[in-house]
């Protein structure tokens, strides 16, 4: 301060000489002249502190975009306003397909596989002249796969920033999600949303002649519930299949429900649909000869007309009626070929019952005959005697034939099979008779059996029949979890449950029967 007062005075001294302290105001002066230094000279130290911390926010803000630039698996590329490359840093996992020292120097057109229908120089031009952002996306072909870009350039003073990145994993989620968004996800055909789309479609002009084919798969509910979803999923694929190879691959085939298939066949008549129809039979024959365990079976019917006159609803009703009335033709055989095929599979799988089947026949006929039953119930005992476990096929080896004591969830399976056999027996003409019987063959004389606690005289009496001598046959027979019973040990096990399991006046016709 003292100094800028001297330095005043010498300057004022050798302008006015002598005359200075006779200057009107010059201390005044002399005052305002010292604010505005000390406020000249504030500021220029504020600035000189900003233009301090603005360098080093800047190496800051530096440092955190190249370690940004480093960590992005993307291409950056600095371009001149004619979209030459002046700089470039290529991410971490994304290829151009072009080593870099190629790039440098060179139009941002040749990362395009093919230059001359390049969009970039387009783009770059877009870009300069209109100030704005422009999003460009292009695919590379590998030998053994295509690879897909996006490319985003925008402005800058004096030139193009460009990001580029791979984006060949979400095109492909976008491309899987479309197709499960028109797909059913177990056969791969088309599913209900999309067959809805297409006939919409199709009730617009311009009208044509079209087929139209409804499907259902025979008897998939008794399936999915005695051997479970994952045959009946089976079941399903290969009609789907069925379809496929009896169909040509422009007409469209669908799966619209649980176990409804449905096609729309265009410029068709009847004669066409009939051989279509003829074709899907003839393959879904083929299949069964081939690999099926269980009989695959199909209802058809089928519609035609021409949309200028006639609904897709309409024609969709008369298919849906033609087939329902094959079910019912369908249904007689294919459920007693189903009732037989899986009792052939549990032959197969449960190596003790083939066996032990004639020896429980002939004890049930020995008590029949002592009862003096009346011809149909002995013949009811003897199809119980075959068919009671029929339930079982679809409890899995490692439960049926298990060594170690059953799990609580293990047992609850074993004693779900009364009902799984009453389905089945109720689907079947055949087994039609006994499913009451085969419900019931392990209720207990005390009301502690399953699956519905009857007692007593509620129990029928082929189902009381048959627990007797079933539970004999079972104790006297080898099993995986342990060696056969002594006929004394199995004698004296049924007198200890008579009254209890068994039915007290049956058991002892009975043990008077096998002693």
Do not use: C
């Amino acid at each position: 301060m003292d100094q800028m007062h001297s330095l005043l005075k010498r300057q004022l001294h050798k302008h006015f000489g002598d005359s200075l302290p006779g200057f009107p105001g010059w201390e005044s002066f002399l005052e305002r002249v010292n604010s505005a230094y000390e406020e000249f000279d504030t500021d220029r130290k504020m600035l000189e502190r900003a233009l301090e911390i603005s360098s080093e926010e800047m190496l800051e803000i530096n440092s955190q975009l190249n370690a940004a630039i480093i960590a992005f698996p993307d291409v950056f590329l600095l371009l001149d306003s004619r979209g030459i490359i002046r700089e470039l840093k290529a991410g971490s996992t994304v290829e151009l397909y072009i080593p870099e020292a190629q790039l440098l120097g060179r139009h941002i057109e040749v990362i395009h596989p093919d230059g001359s229908a390049s969009p970039f120089a387009a783009a770059v031009e877009d870009v300069v002249n209109k100030n704005e952002l422009k999003i460009i996306e292009y695919s590379v072909r590998r030998i053994e796969d295509e690879h897909f870009f996006e490319a985003r350039l925008v402005p800058t003073l004096d030139g193009v920033f460009v990001v580029v990145r791979n984006v060949t994993v979400r095109r492909r989620m976008e491309e899987r999600l479309r197709m499960m968004s028109m797909h059913d996800a177990l056969t791969g055909l088309y599913n209900r949303a999309y067959f809805q789309l297409e006939t919409a479609h199709l009730a617009k002009p311009p009208h044509r002649w079209i087929g139209l084919i409804v499907a259902d798969v025979d008897g998939l509910k008794i399936v999915n519930d005695t051997l479970g979803h994952d045959v009946g999923d089976e079941m399903l694929i290969k009609a789907a299949r069925v379809f496929k190879d009896s169909l040509r691959a422009s007409e469209f085939i669908a799966r619209i429900g649980g176990d409804e298939f449905a096609a729309i066949l265009y410029d068709y008549g009847q004669e066409k649909l009939d051989n279509v129809m003829q074709r899907v039979r003839d393959n879904a024959s083929l299949v069964l000869k081939a690999n099926s365990i269980y009989p695959l079976s199909i209802s058809l019917g089928s519609a035609f007309g021409n949309t200028a006159v006639t609904t897709i609803e309409e024609l969709y009703k008369q298919a849906d009626d033609n087939m329902y009335r094959e079910k019912l033709w369908h249904r007689k055989a294919y459920y007693d070929d189903l009732s037989h095929s899986l009792m052939n599979v549990l032959f197969t799988r449960d190596f003790y019952i083939h066996g032990n089947v004639p020896r429980l026949q002939e004890l049930v006929r020995r008590m029949a005959e002592a009862l003096k039953l009346s011809e149909a119930q002995q013949a009811s005992l003897q199809m119980l005697a075959r068919f009671h476990n029929i339930g079982k096929v679809g409890i899995t080896d490692e439960v049926l034939l298990k060594k170690e004591p059953l799990t609580y969830q293990e047992r609850l399976k074993i004693e779900q099979h009364p009902e799984s056999g009453y389905r089945i027996a109720r689907s079947s003409t055949e087994l039609m008779p006994v499913a009451d019987l085969i419900l019931t063959h392990h209720e207990w004389w005390n009301g502690r059996g399953y699956p519905s606690g009857l007692a007593g005289l509620d129990i029928p009496l082929e189902a009381r029949i048959l627990a007797l001598a079933d539970a004999y046959n079972a104790m006297t027979s080898a099993r995986p979890y342990r060696s056969a019973l002594s006929h004394d040990a199995a004698v004296a096990e049924i007198e200890r449950m008579a009254g209890l399991q068994f039915d007290p006046e049956l058991a002892r016709l009975f043990l008077s029967l096998v002693k």
